[in-house]
C-alpha cells in the first residue's frame, strides 16, 4: 500500500495504534512467518500474560503501520513490543528483559495490585492467603447480596455462613436426639421431658460461625491481604469497580484475577416464591423454628435439610420433581430415601409446585401450596408452616461486568469455563470453585484449587488440582459417602462385561441393642477388571459416612484394587471394616445381609 499522504487520515491510523497501545497490557506489533516475532509470542504465553498481537503482514495497511511506529517509537521492524503504554523494543530487547527481570517489573508496574481476588469463600481466601504469603500484593472483595428475605452473613462464604458448617452442626443435633432414644436401650434413665429449643441451636451455631468470621478477618489481616466488604464488577481487563453497601465506588487495578464468586440458591419462577419461601441462605439463621415444613426439590440441600429437621421432631414434606440426588449413583440415593422414608418423613414424587400463598403472617405463619404431578392431571393442595426450596443453585457470574473483561461464560449455566490451570480465556483471569463448569461444587475442591493456582502463579510450582476420585458425603439421616464414578456412570464408561459390582448390607453394632436399622446400612465398591480390578467407585451408606469415606479415598488415589481390601486387616467391630470383607457380587444376585459378628 502507497505511503499515507492525506494528514487526517494519518492521524487517524495514529489515533488506532495509539489506542492499542493504551487499551493493552502488552501489544506485540508481529509478522505472522517472523521467527524472531514467533519467539517472543512463545515467551508471552509460556508466562501466561495476555498478548495482543498485530499481524502487519495480514492487515491492508500494514506498511502504514511500521511507518507510523518509526515516528512514534523509532523502531520500524518487528517484532514490536509495547508493555503498559510503554515502549519495549525487538525480540533481543525483550528476551533480554526477561533474562534480567525487568520483563516481570514492567508487566506489574502500572498495577495497584499483583492479584485481585473476586469473592471471600473458602476458594478465594486460600489463594488470597497463599499469594500473600509468597510475596504478592493482594486485595479480596467479597459482598453478600441479601437474600429476598433481607438475610445476609460475614466473610468465608457459603460453607462457613450457610453451608456446610451449620448443615453439619444441625446434623449432629438431629443425631443427639436419635442418641438420647438410644441411651435409654443402654441402661441411661432421665424422666424429664426432652424437648428441642430452636432458638438455643440457632444462636450457638451462629455464634461459631461470627468467630469464624472474625477469624478469616484476622487471618487476611495477618497476611496482608487488603480485604475490602464491597460488590466488584469489572471496567476492563484488568480494572475493577468496588461499590460499598452505602454505594460508595472505588476503583482497582491487578496484574491478575482471581473469580471465586461461588452460587446462590435458584428460585422457582412461580407465584410467591420469593415472598413467601426461604432457601438455605436463610434458614440456618431463622430466628423461629419452621415447623410444619415442605422442601421443594430433591438436592443433596434438600435432603440433609429435611433430614436434621424431621430429626427435631418436624413434621416434614419433600417434593421431588424426577429423582433424587440428581448426578450422585441412584441405588445409594434411593436407599438414603427409603431410609428417611420409613422413619417419618413424607415425600411427594414427580410432584412440581404451581403456586404458593400466604394464609397467615406469623413466625413461622401459614403457607398454602398448591402443586400438580408430572404424569398426571391431579392438582393438590397443602398447608404448611414454611417452604424452603432447594432445587439448584445459580452461578454468581452474571452482574460482575465479565463481558467488559472479555471472559467466556457458558450461556447455558452461566459457569465459567477454564483450562487445566483454572486459566479462563483471558490469560490473566482465573476462576476456581463452583463457578467453574463441569468441576465438583465442593469447598475442599475450591481450597485445593486456590492454593495450588496461587503457588503456580507465584511459587514456581507445577502441581494441578486433582478434579479425579474427590470423597464426598452427603448428610442425610443415614449418611451417604463416596468416591470415584457411581455405577450408572461406570457403566456408561466401562459396559457391563468390564466392571464387576461387590456389595454387602451390615449392621452396625452400636444400632444392634437399640434395635433399629437392621442391614439398612449398605457398602458398594465398582471395579475395574481391565485393571487388576481396580476401585473406580467408592460408596457407603451408614454411620460417621464422611469419617470412613476420607481414608478409603486416599487409597483410590494411589490406585486400590479388591485384592488388596482384600488384604486389608478390618478394624473390629466398626462399620469400615465391611470393605475389607465383600464378597458378594452384585450380579450373582446372592444375599447380602450379614447375620452377626
Not at 142 to 149: A, I, L
Not at 506 to 534: G, H, M
Amino acid at each position: 500500500m502507497p505511503p499515507i499522504e492525506n494528514d487526517a487520515v494519518k492521524n487517524e491510523l495514529r489515533s488506532r495504534i495509539q489506542h492499542l497501545i493504551d487499551s493493552n497490557q502488552v501489544i506485540v506489533f508481529s509478522k505472522s512467518q517472523c521467527p524472531y516475532c514467533v519467539t517472543v509470542k512463545k515467551l508471552f504465553t509460556e508466562l501466561k500474560v495476555d498478548c495482543k498481537v498485530v499481524e502487519l503482514d495480514l492487515i491492508e495497511d500494514g506498511a502504514n503501520y511500521q511507518d507510523l511506529l518509526q515516528e512514534m517509537s523509532g523502531q520500524r521492524s518487528v517484532p514490536n513490543v509495547f508493555i503498559n503504554k510503554k515502549h519495549l523494543g525487538g525480540c533481543d530487547k525483550t528476551m533480554q528483559a526477561h533474562e534480567d527481570g525487568s520483563l516481570q517489573q514492567l508487566l506489574t508496574e502500572d498495577y495497584e495490585y499483583d492479584l485481585i481476588v473476586i469473592g471471600g469463600g473458602s476458594g478465594g481466601l486460600a489463594c488470597s492467603k497463599e499469594a500473600a504469603t509468597l510475596g504478592k500484593k493482594v486485595m479480596v472483595l467479597d459482598y453478600v447480596v441479601p437474600t429476598p428475605k433481607g438475610t445476609t452473613w460475614g466473610l468465608g462464604g457459603t460453607c462457613v455462613n450457610v453451608g456446610c458448617i451449620p448443615k453439619k452442626l444441625m446434623h449432629q443435633t438431629a443425631l443427639l436426639s436419635i442418641a438420647m432414644q438410644d441411651a435409654r436401650k443402654f441402661g441411661w434413665e432421665f424422666d424429664e421431658t426432652v424437648k428441642h429449643n430452636w432458638e438455643t441451636m440457632k444462636t450457638a451455631i451462629n455464634n461459631y460461625i461470627s468467630s469464624l468470621n472474625w477469624a478469616n478477618k484476622v487471618a487476611l489481616r495477618n497476611k496482608k491481604v487488603n480485604y475490602v466488604n464491597a460488590y466488584a464488577e469489572f471496567v476492563d481487563p484488568h480494572k475493577i469497580k468496588a461499590t460499598d453497601k452505602k454505594g460508595k465506588e472505588t476503583f482497582h487495578t491487578a496484574a491478575k484475577f482471581v473469580l471465586a464468586t461461588g452460587e446462590r440458591p435458584r428460585y422457582l419462577g412461580i407465584p410467591g416464591d420469593k415472598e413467601y419461601c426461604i432457601t438455605s441462605d436463610d434458614l440456618f439463621s431463622l430466628p423461629y423454628c419452621p415447623g410444619k415444613t415442605l422442601l421443594i426439590g430433591a438436592s443433596y440441600v434438600s435432603l440433609e435439610c429435611g433430614g436434621f429437621l424431621a430429626g427435631l421432631g418436624l413434621d416434614v414434606t419433600i417434593m421431588v420433581r424426577s429423582i433424587l440426588l440428581r448426578g450422585f449413583d441412584q441405588d445409594m440415593a434411593n436407599r438414603a430415601g427409603q431410609h428417611m422414608e420409613e422413619h417419618g418423613i413424607k415425600f411427594l414424587h414427580r410432584c412440581i409446585p404451581l403456586k404458593i400463598e400466604q394464609l397467615e403472617a406469623g413466625t413461622p405463619g401459614r403457607l398454602k401450596v398448591m402443586a400438580k404431578f408430572t404424569d398426571t392431571d391431579e392438582i393438590i393442595e397443602g398447608e404448611y408452616n414454611t417452604v424452603l426450596i432447594a432445587v439448584g443453585r445459580d452461578a454468581c457470574t452474571d452482574k460482575i461486568a465479565l463481558d467488559k473483561a472479555g471472559v467466556k461464560v457458558n450461556a447455558k449455566n452461566g459457569k465459567i469455563p477454564v483450562n487445566d490451570e483454572e486459566q479462563t480465556n483471558v490469560p490473566h483471569i482465573y476462576a476456581i470453585g463452583d463457578i467453574l463448569d463441569g468441576k465438583w461444587e465442593l469447598t475442599p475442591v475450591a481450597i485445593q484449587a486456590g492454593k495450588m493456582l496461587a503457588r503456580r502463579l507465584y511459587g514456581g510450582s507445577k502441581m494441578k488440582c486433582d478434579y479425579i476420585n474427590v470423597p464426598t458425603t452427603v448428610f442425610t439421616p443415614l449418611e451417604y459417602g463416596s468416591c470415584g464414578l457411581s455405577e450408572e456412570r461406570a457403566l456408561e464408561i466401562y459396559g457391563q462385561d468390564n466392571i464387576v459390582v461387590f456389595h454387602s448390607l451390615f449392621w452396625p453394632l452400636e444400632f444392634t441393642v437399640p434395635s433399629r436399622d437392621n442391614n439398612q446400612c449398605y457398602a458398594k465398591i465398582i471395579c475395574n477388571k481391565l485393571d487388576s480390578d481396580r476401585v473406580i467407585g467408592f460408596h457407603y451408606l451408614g454411620p460417621n459416612a464422611g469419617e470412613v469415606t476420607q481414608g478409603f479415598g486416599a487409597a483410590m488415589k494411589c490406585g486400590a484394587t479388591k485384592e488388596q481390601l482384600d488384604g486389608t486387616i478390618g478394624i473390629h467391630p466398626t462399620c469400615a471394616e465391611v470393605f475389607t470383607t465383600l464378597e458378594v457380587t452384585k450380579s450373582s444376585g446372592a444375599d447380602m445381609a450379614q447375620a452377626g459378628c
